[in-house]
């Protein structure tokens, strides 16, 4: 027969430190003062989510709750040291006692204290995403696999497919059915050089950074004296950004949970917006299903916004099903109404773009307060052509810009070589790309190459070499086909297709850029794209769109002379001895979550662009990018432009198209944008 005691907290006498009621509104004071037991926190976009998480804390201090018995779990280290940062300062005390990091940092902390019981020493080395590779690479090599009989995924690709997996709590041929089909008959293979990995991580006492969580998990599922430590331990759980946790973190925190229940989860549905790495909407969708005793506090003054922006916010996320209705009220004063910018075309877009941000700028907004946003990369091609040629400075949020990225230069470095047999860099670039061929290879082809070109053309200045000899229509052919001596024998097949590559680049009609382009993914390059990166249809359609984006030049030349001139441009200005201090943002909106700006430019708003086309394949995917509008409209503090271009050069099109204007404008009432009505002014006006 067992008996439940009660301990009270203790407290010394005397009234909060705090005056929970005026520091706080009245929906942020509900939440902050939670009796215990689960809650849910829809914290709209703006609303003081990071207030109101701190204030909680403090109180469940000032309540007489250890620090030690409190766990605070983010998605970030700033984030948590952060708030606990505010915390201290807030009642002028140390909480080094208080468990406050990221998911993986306390994974890692707690698997320290008892990795034996898992088969690992306690000095266990975490490898970085680069040790990871290296290591999945090796366990590839060391395999029976035949990976050249065909196109096997690149250690890279093999990592990503083994995070997903565990993350999700689900095997790896799920996940290639789901989201690498291409790669589904070579589902056991994969799953074997997985077991192979998890193995040698064991032998070698090294964990990956996804094993902090899926080890965790094992840690509380296999070892119920743990467990129980842990559940008592943290009588008090808070998960800030929950609409981004997967699945596995989830199953983490609903354990931790299970015997006080004290949990609260702090998120905005409408802002889940990464469906796409593992992150699972149902959790904060699901949450008072699983918790039925939970209570639900919404969240809704926003203090980022003018009226007129949120009310564009509050009409963008209304067409989704799935999800807890609010509406964001104001706290700011009125402002303009958000803009609907018809233009022409992208260039017209781009030159809009421009001249609105410098005007604003001399009206007394920085640069760095602007931002302009966009649903892929390459919705900025022309947009970076237009600041580049007015010396407008920029910064990528990726850190990479459009031209400088691997797969663009992949396919830049052919045509280049096409023009230039001299070219050493786009030849070894080039035959990197194939397999079985390293440095060591590249080098001795590269010799072989330069020795056999030569012969068909050799230096205008070389007054003893011998004469050429019958001009050869395919000499970059002839030439790699003379070397083929020198090819690894395991790169031979490889080899012969890039001659017939190269053989059909050299006789295109016109040497037309975009027509090689396309020439180039057809022939194969779209398959290494699928074998070496994750991302791979993003990247897919980078180079479908810079393929539209050359029908604008007839000569090669010249449209290789615009991407030299535009790289050189971007190495200066990217040198930090010469950064520009004021540089207008440009971001995709994923990597504009969490951030704000005074202006915001939304840009390539067309049905198929944004929302993306294969997104609109499941109702889900829609819903994903009707949040992603939401997430995109809330960064703008002051103004908003959103902009469509009426037509668009397309891959594989021989014209221009015209493009609709995407769905969720149509969901925004007219009434709430201003039109704007763009004209060219006269040449002599």
């Given amino acids: 027969m067992s008996r439940d005691y009660i301990l009270q907290p203790f407290r010394t006498a005397g009234r909060l430190q705090l005056d929970y009621a005026r520091e706080l509104n009245a929906q942020q004071h509900a939440a902050v003062t939670a009796p215990p037991g689960p809650a849910l926190v829809i914290a709209g976009a703006g609303s003081g989510k990071t207030r109101t998480l701190t204030y909680r804390v403090a109180f469940l201090l000032e309540n007489g709750v250890p620090p030690e018995r409190i766990l605070l779990l983010t998605f970030t280290n700033k984030a948590a040291r952060e708030m606990m940062r505010r915390v201290a300062t807030l009642l002028g005390q140390e909480l080094a006692a208080l468990w406050g990091g990221t998911f993986h940092a ?49 250690a890279e690709v093999l990592g990503d497919i083994f995070s997903l997996a565990i993350n999700t709590r689900q095997s790896v041929g799920q996940i290639l059915e789901e989201h690498y089909g291409y790669f589904t008959p070579l589902a056991s293979s994969v799953a074997a050089i997985q077991r192979r990995y998890i193995e040698r991580k064991r032998a070698t006492n090294v964990m990956d950074f996804d094993d902090l969580l899926g080890l965790w998990l094992q840690l509380l599922q296999e070892h119920p004296d743990v467990c129980e430590h842990y559940q008592r331990r943290f009588q008090f759980i808070l998960v800030d950004e929950y609409q981004d946790t997967n699945k596995l973190q989830s199953d983490v925190i609903d354990l931790l949970a299970a015997r006080h229940h004290n949990l609260m989860v702090v998120g905005d549905d409408a802002q889940s917006i990464y469906g796409w790495r593992g992150a699972n909407f149902q959790n904060i969708l699901r949450f008072p299903e699983r918790y039925p005793e939970a209570r639900v506090y919404k969240i809704e003054t926003n203090y980022r916004s003018t009226p007129e922006i949120l009310r564009v916010a509050n009409a963008a996320i209304t067409g989704n099903a799935n999800q807890f209705v609010k509406a964001l009220a104001p706290a700011r004063p009125a402002g303009p109404r958000p803009a609907w910018v018809v233009c022409t075309d992208a260039a017209q877009q781009a030159a809009f773009v421009a001249q609105r941000v410098l005007e604003l700028r001399e009206a007394g907004t920085a640069l760095e307060s602007m931002a302009v946003l966009y649903r892929s990369h390459f919705h900025a091609l022309e947009l970076q052509l237009e600041l580049t040629r007015r010396n407008i400075p920029f910064s990528i949020t990726s850190g990479i810009r459009f031209f400088e990225q691997a797969h663009i230069k992949d396919v830049a470095a052919y045509l280049k070589l096409v023009t230039n047999l001299r070219d050493e860099l786009s030849f070894k670039r080039i035959v990197q790309q194939l397999s079985g061929v390293g440095r060591k290879s590249a080098e001795k082809l590269w010799r072989a190459f330069q020795a056999a070109a030569e012969k068909l053309s050799p230096p205008a200045a070389s007054q003893t070499a011998p004469q050429p000899e019958t001009p050869n229509r395919n000499p970059l052919a002839t030439a790699l086909q003379r070397c083929a001596s020198a090819v690894p024998k395991k790169a031979a097949t490889a080899w012969a ?134 997430v995109a409209i809330t960064r703008a503090r002051n103004e908003l432009y959103l902009c469509y271009p009426l037509i668009r050069a397309t891959h594989g099109a021989s014209g221009d198209f015209m493009q609709k204007p995407s769905r969720f404008i149509g969901e925004i009432p007219e009434a709430l944008l201003e039109d704007w009505q763009l004209h060219t002014a006269h040449p002599f006006s």
């Fill in 106 to 154: 306390i994974g890692n902390r707690i698997l320290r204290a008892h990795a034996p019981l898992l088969g690992a020493a306690r000095d266990f080395s975490i490898l970085d995403r680069e040790d990871a590779k290296h290591l999945i690479s090796t366990c590839v090599t060391e395999s029976a696999l035949d990976t050249k009989a065909t196109r096997f995924p690149k």
């Fill in 497 to 630: 297709q890039l001659v017939a590559t190269l053989a059909q680049l050299e006789t295109v009609d016109g040497r037309a850029p975009a027509a090689m382009i396309e020439l180039v993914l057809e022939a194969g390059y779209e398959d290494y794209l699928k074998a070496a990166y994750p991302n791979y249809r993003s990247r897919l359609e980078d180079l479908e769109q810079l393929a539209a984006f050359a029908q604008q030049f007839e000569e090669l030349n010249d449209f290789l002379t615009q991407l030299a001139l535009l790289t050189n441009v971007e190495a200066e200005t990217d040198a930090p001895a010469n950064r520009d201090p004021e540089q207008l943002r440009l971001s995709t909106i994923h990597q504009a979550k969490g951030l704000e700006f005074d202006v915001v430019f939304l840009i390539m708003l067309c049905d198929g662009l944004f929302p993306a086309a294969r997104a609109l394949e499941t109702a889900d995917g829609e819903e994903e990018e009707r949040r992603l509008m939401y």
